[in-house]
């Protein structure tokens, strides 16, 4: 199992995408943290962005095809990585693994 955050453009309606991937199986549940202020360096300044985030759970082995599905829609640049869940009681285990594409 993992957490799946996905940063998108503010553009973006963040409610299409989970919808999307709920309807399709590929996540069992998300939230979604609109506004959300992300700072890093560039050109040794910094830059502030404002993102809506995703952060969703499913298989590990579903990764790919969301990341797939994410920049057929929204283009490659759509930055997403997964945290790995390495422990959960057995109503969480089970939700995801009943939620989610039999694999």
Same mark, same amino acid.
């Given at each position: 199992?993992?957490?799946?955050? %996905?940063?998108?453009?503010?553009?973006?309606?963040?409610?299409? /995408?989970?919808?999307?991937? #709920?309807?399709?199986?590929?996540? !069992?549940? &998300? !939230?979604?943290?609109?506004?959300?202020?992300?700072?890093?360096?560039?050109?040794?300044?910094?830059?502030?962005? %404002?993102?809506?985030?995703?952060?969703?759970?499913?298989?590990?082995? #579903?990764?790919?095809?969301?990341?797939? #599905? %994410? &920049?057929?829609?929204?283009?490659?640049?759509?930055?997403?990585?997964? %945290?790995? /869940?390495?422990? !959960?009681?057995?109503?969480?285990?089970?939700?995801?693994?009943?939620?989610?594409?039999?694999?």
């Amino acid at each position: 199992m993992v957490n799946v955050i %996905i940063y998108l453009e503010k553009t973006v309606d963040p409610l299409i /995408v989970v919808n999307q991937l #709920l309807k399709e199986k590929l996540i !069992s549940n &998300a !939230s979604i943290d609109i506004e959300n202020e992300n700072y890093k360096l560039v050109d040794n300044k910094l830059t502030k962005t %404002i993102n809506t985030v995703i952060t969703c759970q499913t298989k590990s082995l #579903l990764f790919t095809k969301i990341v797939q #599905l %994410i &920049a057929s829609e929204y283009g490659d640049n759509v930055p997403i990585y997964s %945290i790995p /869940v390495t422990q !959960s009681n057995e109503s969480f285990d089970l939700f995801i693994r009943n939620n989610t594409v039999k694999i």
